[in-house]
């Protein structure tokens, strides 16, 4: 039977999965609701100093596919607006009630050392195994010179995790900001500033949709509209990159990383691992269907760790990281074909339009002699994009072939047609 | 074509039963529904579906504009091919056409609810139209006539007036429609929707309508071709096959026909007469159609006998499971030989029939059922006046590729021709079609 226990930026969890900082853990009764639902950790709604803030009306605004279910959501929600005595007093509580649970205070404070250093000293001594530093709200906070707008500065990025690390002696992690031109570098001044682990993403910023009514972005307050994070399943493919990017980077590939984004099912949360995050966190899905999803995560991975044999984490932790390379180093003799399954093959003609109107006119029809259509891939014309593979509504009827020859491997720098190739 | 009443009127359910029993069979699916059903369709290419439609509409297209939320262009897509795609979407036996054809069949799933979808696109634009969706051409200055209301004339006026002929319809009947106002289910046409949509249809202008005068009686077609650029026959099928066997003239035996334009008509249903015991001859929609009405109107026991097995109905499987569930028993291999009683109907005798070497044969076997009423519904049949002077091919009238008959400038379509099955949605793709042929020979275009 599989093992989730996981070591986390040097902190210890029952499982990988831990609430990120967020309304699912802005106080005592909705962490608690998620430790009884299973819920490893909680990084707490983050906080920063008195008087708390003051949050607007309406907060959130989604994006959804076709048949309405929503991929993303975007907030303008501030840091928590609770006074910050009653935050630690809960966290006290919890601390003492649920001994086997992390709880990692989350902090936000303007670039000013003390602020930093009393945050972080406060929640160490109410308990906390370990502190998140918040450089990410894209919103709001930001404007105010905090947020994504310190995130964004390697140099405050290095600073504010030096502050806290010399204020406590429990592990920092350093939240990042995906709102930038090339993570790594973020990540480097992290590292610089002694944090024991990144965590990201934080949300992107974004615009979610536009009120063609009223001529307003949403959510609208009072008739205006302003940019907020996204977040959800939807940017789960950037904060994938992202922890990759960090990984394979040679001066940042020592750190350890908490992955947050887009995160729903235990599935996200292998993949997670697999390109090597040591744990996750999850907000939007939580929000989107409480707590007791966490059940099937746990059964979930276990399930998966079981049928791989992997007995711990740490046995297929950044086992896809290995595979992950540049463009560069990519085999441009490795050469697949479409193969249509004319047995499960439904007649939709959508592989047929998709190659036809913007790929490579690699598929006919051909009329069946008892009436309806046969679509059938020209070899020749088909350069393995998948592009129909993924448009066809039927599992399984497109199947892509290698195409098996003696060609040795050969990627662009050294291939025939590169005109600056290294012989 | 009086409908003789059973003597035993109505009285079995209450008014509000009846009611509730003639409310729309389908209601229409809201916005939310419409989307999540919309989002279903797999938006193929050169679809089956379309091909599956008579009036070929662009289904994938429409029901597209219904998940982006852009429903005039949704009505008006449909439209451009069935300005009748509201009763269309109501009334098509879509298992057969376009849902027949949707590949989701091929994955073993429900096909998407395309009927349901054509008619929340359509009637969703007639109820917030500001004005008719289309714009006629500049006046021709031609005149054309047409002869009957119902969709086929409709279709072929409404094409007509948008190409900027001027067009005189010519009804017999003091309601347009034809059989969408007088024959097709009460419950499929809810809401008094055959009225609405005519009024609609004719929002294009250039259409008037003559109600009470009936070809052959009132007017003949050399006195519409005299006065008229082209004349176009929507005639239907206004005759009624005989069973022609003894006892037919009993009281209680009925025109299915009538009888459900007797309920289609009927202000208030709980006064119509009904059979307790109620025999239904035919096998095809009609039968159906009245049958079910039969049941929903009361009658404690209805049978639908048919001389054939059920590979050889007429009536959709879809239909035939409509009747089951309404508590219509369905009785094969029975040929009616005589209808008995005692001045009116008690009993109609049938004879067991079986195939035998693809031959129909009576078994000699006799088997009676009891009736106090029984509805005939063994087809329609084009009747002649009027038109004697017209070709025939078969028993419809004959026409050539641009619809037009044996006599020049006449042309016809819907079910008084033989193009397709005899349903709605063909009779409105005679209609338009024959319009865009009369323009073309009139104007000598193309
Ligand atoms: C009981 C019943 C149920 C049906 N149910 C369905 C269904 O659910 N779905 C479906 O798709 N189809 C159904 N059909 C078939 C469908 O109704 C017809 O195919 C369609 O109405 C044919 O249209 P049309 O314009 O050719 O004829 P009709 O609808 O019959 O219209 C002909 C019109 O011409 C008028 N007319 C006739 N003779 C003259 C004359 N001499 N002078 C002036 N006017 C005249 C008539 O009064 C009538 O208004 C049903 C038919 C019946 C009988
Ligand atoms: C309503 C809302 C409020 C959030 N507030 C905070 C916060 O106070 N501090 C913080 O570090 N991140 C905050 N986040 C970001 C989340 O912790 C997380 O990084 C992000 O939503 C991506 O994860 P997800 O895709 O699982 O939601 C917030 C997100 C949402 C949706
Ligand atoms: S793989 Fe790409 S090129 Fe080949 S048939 Fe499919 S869509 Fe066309």
């Known amino acids: ?423 | 074509m009086a409908l003789r009443p059973a003597e035993s009127v109505g009285g079995f359910l209450t008014r509000e039963q009846i009611e509730r029993n003639f409310a729309d069979l389908h209601p229409p699916l809201g916005c939310a529904q419409a989307e999540i059903e919309a989002e279903r369709c797999l938006y193929c290419y050169d679809a089956p579906c379309i091909v599956a439609c008579p009036t070929s509409i662009d289904i994938p297209t429409f029901i597209r504009q219904i998940r982006t939320q852009n429903l005039q262009g949704s009505a008006e897509t449909i439209l451009d091919s069935n300005i009748l795609g509201g009763t269309c979407g109501r009334a098509c036996p879509t298992e057969v056409l376009c849902e027949g054809a949707c590949v989701l069949n091929a994955r073993g799933e429900e096909p998407v609810k395309i009927g349901a979808l054509q008619r929340h696109a359509v009637e969703t634009l007639m109820a917030e139209a500001n004005g008719h969706p289309f714009t006629r051409a500049p006046s021709t200055g031609k005149r054309f006539a047409v002869v009957g209301a119902g969709p086929a004339g409709l279709a072929f006026a409404h094409r007509a007036a948008l190409l900027g002929h001027l067009v005189t319809i010519y009804e017999a009947k003091p309601k347009p429609g034809g059989l969408n106002e007088y024959g097709l289910a009460a419950y499929k046409m809810a809401e008094d929707f055959a009225q609405k949509e005519v009024e609609f249809v004719l929002g294009v202008g250039g259409i008037s309508i003559e109600y009470g005068v009936a070809l052959g009686h009132d007017m003949s077609l050399e006195q519409l071709r005299a006065d008229h650029d082209a004349v176009f026959l929507g005639l239907g099928l206004g005759g009624v096959r005989r069973l022609g066997v003894p006892g037919e003239e009993l009281r209680g035996v009925v025109d299915a026909i009538a009888f459900i334009e007797a309920v289609r008509q009927a202000a208030d249903k709980s006064t119509l007469p009904v059979g307790r015991e109620v025999v239904v001859i035919g096998g095809g929609n009609t039968a159906i159609d009245a049958a079910v009405q039969a049941k929903r109107l009361g009658a404690r026991n209805v049978t639908l006998a048919y001389r054939r097995g059920e590979a050889q109905m007429g009536a959709t499987e879809w239909e035939r499971d409509l009747a089951r569930l309404n508590g219509v028993a369905i009785r094969l291999w029975a040929a009616p030989v005589a209808v008995e009683g005692d001045g009116r109907v008690e009993r109609v005798v049938f004879e067991t029939t079986e195939l035998v070497d693809g031959k129909l044969r009576g078994t000699g076997e006799m088997v009676a059922i009891p009736a106090d009423m029984v509805l005939k519904a063994i087809g329609q049949v084009l009747i002649p006046p009027g038109i004697e002077a017209l070709a025939f091919n078969g028993d419809k009238l004959a026409v050539d590729a641009d619809y037009q008959t044996s006599l020049p400038g006449v042309f016809a379509g819907g079910d008084c021709i033989a193009t397709g099955e005899d349903l709605t949605v063909q009779a409105v793709e005679d209609g338009k079609r024959a319009a865009h042929a009369v323009d073309r020979l009139i104007m000598k275009r193309g």
């Not at chain 1, 406060?122 to 995130?151: D, F, T, V, W, Y």
């Not at chain 1, 980077?249 to 599935?267: H, V, Y």
């Open chain 1, 1 to 423: 039977m599989a093992d989730l226990r996981c070591r986390i930026g040097g902190v210890d969890s029952i499982n990988p999965f831990w609430l990120a900082s967020a309304p699912p853990s802005d106080k005592k009764y909705n962490v608690e609701r998620a430790f009884a639902a299973g819920w490893g950790g909680a990084v707490w709604k983050t906080l920063g100093e008195d008087p708390p803030v003051v949050n607007a009306s309406s907060r959130y605004g989604v994006h959804k596919d076709g048949a309405g279910r929503i991929v993303g959501i975007n907030n303008i929600e501030l840091i928590s607006d609770r006074p910050l005595d009653v935050n630690l007093r809960e966290i006290e509580e919890l601390r003492r009630e649920w001994p086997d649970r992390v709880i990692i205070g989350s902090i936000m404070a303007p670039i000013d050392e003390q602020a930093w250093k009393d945050l972080a000293i406060k929640l160490a001594n109410a308990g906390c195994q370990g502190i998140e530093l918040n450089l990410g709200c894209p919103h709001g906070m930001c404007e105010r010179g905090m947020g994504s707008a310190i995130g964004q500065a390697p140099d405050l990025v290095e600073k504010t995790t030096r502050w806290v690390r010399e204020a406590v002696d429990i592990p920092v992690f350093t939240k990042l900001t995906p709102n930038i031109t090339d993570i790594v570098v973020p990540a480097e001044a992290a590292m610089r500033g002694g944090a024991h682990a990144v965590s990201l993403i934080n949300t992107v910023n974004s615009i979610i949709s536009v009120d063609l009514e009223r001529m307003v972005p949403t959510p609208t307050v009072d008739g205006l509209g302003t940019h907020g994070g996204y977040c959800g399943s939807a940017v789960k493919p950037i904060a994938l990159n992202m922890v990759q990017a960090i990984l394979r980077d040679p001066e940042t590939r020592s750190l350890e990383i908490s992955a947050i984004g887009g995160i729903s099912t235990w599935r996200d949360a292998a993949e997670f691992i697999a390109l090597g995050a040591s744990g996750v966190q999850v907000c939007t899905a939580a929000m989107l269907m409480g707590f007791r999803i966490v059940g099937d995560m746990i059964d979930g991975l276990e399930g998966f760790m079981d049928s791989q044999g992997y007995q711990t984490i740490e046995d297929f932790r950044g086992k896809a990281l290995r595979n992950t390379v540049d463009w560069n180093d990519l085999n441009l003799n490795f050469d697949l074909k479409a193969r249509i399954d004319h047995d499960a093959c439904i007649e939709c003609g959508r592989c047929f339009i998709a190659c036809e109107d913007t790929s490579h006119q690699a598929i006919r029809i051909d009329a069946k002699p008892g009436g309806g259509r046969k679509f059938t891939v020209i070899d020749d014309e088909c350069v393995g994009c998948n592009l129909c593979q993924h448009v066809c509504p039927v599992a399984g009827c497109i199947e892509m072939v290698e195409v098996r020859d003696d060609r040795p491997k050969v990627t662009w720098p050294n291939h025939p047609k590169n005109p600056l190739r290294v012989a």
